[in-house]
């Protein structure tokens, strides 16, 4: 992906790493103008891609140069204590969000579609509860929905990852290491926290999300509880669910299904993107 490195700080003081492939879709506040050999849609809104708990935004490298090839402007920001991003004192879930929320006020976006993977879901669903004004489309890829009473129980892990799900993770490490030893470990024990904790403020916000969503929900090896996703689609007023027979990484291990559901919710045809990428 040909994009410009650059970070924000937010408001708390945690500096925020991001790429942008540039100015290239007509959705922000601003006239600011690029001149590039790819064909470009000035009129489509900028994609922001978010990784999930341990990665970094290189996971989402295919998929972006797709987006890319269909002239989409593409946003790709590591996470506090992810990647390139500064570690911080809390890692609250509600905190990921707020950081999405600073760095579109700081590119100046007034539309952009939303796609998160796993804690990057939950992280895109807060900017869509608290901006439902800013967010054009969201894709929740195997978003651990959280509880929304003390009376629930978090489901388990059904099954161990297959070889081929092994060798991508594998294969995805040897080709980004810095994943791997950028990644904070000290906000493992704050997530299990927060995911055996209910939230019904989470779940009262849902409400104000007006956007088209697509979730994305993987096979045995997923963790998207079936109940708790059935709450979550009678309480958005415009969502679809995809399943998926892999397991928590979908985009990664079945990539092209993943491309296949996804691109053409963004308004990207698919067969002729994965040509077109193919030639890249």
Not at 44 to 70: Q, S
Not at 172 to 177: F, T
Not at 258 to 265: G, M, N, S, T
Request: some cysteine; hydrophobic content about 40%; glycine content about 10%.
């Amino acid at each position: 992906m040909h994009s410009t490195s650059a970070h924000l700080t937010t408001v708390g003081g945690v500096r925020i790493a991001y790429r942008d492939s540039g100015s290239r879709s007509g959705s922000t506040r601003s006239d600011r103008t690029r001149s590039d050999s790819t064909r470009t849609d000035e009129t489509a809104a900028p994609v922001l891609l978010v990784h999930g708990m341990g990665g970094d935004g290189h996971t989402w490298n295919r998929f972006a140069r797709e987006l890319l090839a269909a002239g989409r402007r593409v946003i790709i920001p590591d996470l506090r204590g992810h990647g390139r991003s500064a570690r911080a004192a809390s890692y609250g879930f509600d905190e990921f969000g707020a950081d999405l929320v600073a760095l579109c006020d700081h590119l100046a976006l007034d539309r952009v579609d939303l796609v998160g993977h796993s804690l990057g879901g939950y992280a895109v669903s807060c900017v869509a509860q608290q901006r439902p004004e800013l967010v054009g489309r969201l894709v929740l890829e195997e978003c651990p929905l959280p509880l929304r009473s003390g009376d629930e129980q978090l489901t388990p892990i059904r099954r161990l990852p297959t070889p081929a799900e092994l060798w991508h993770a594998t294969t995805s490490l040897v080709r980004h290491p810095r994943a791997l030893w950028a990644f904070d470990r000290s906000m493992t024990a704050s997530a299990l926290e927060q995911f055996h904790k209910p939230h019904p403020l989470w779940w009262e916000r849902l409400s104000g999300i007006t956007a088209p969503t697509l979730v994305l929900r993987g096979g045995p090896g997923g963790m998207v509880d079936q109940g708790r996703l059935a709450m979550l689609v009678a309480a958005l007023p415009d969502c679809t669910v995809t399943d998926f027979t892999c397991g928590h990484s979908i985009h990664r291990d079945r990539h092209r299904e993943f491309a296949a559901a996804v691109l053409p919710f963004l308004g990207v045809p698919f067969p002729d993107v994965s040509a077109r990428a193919g030639r890249r």
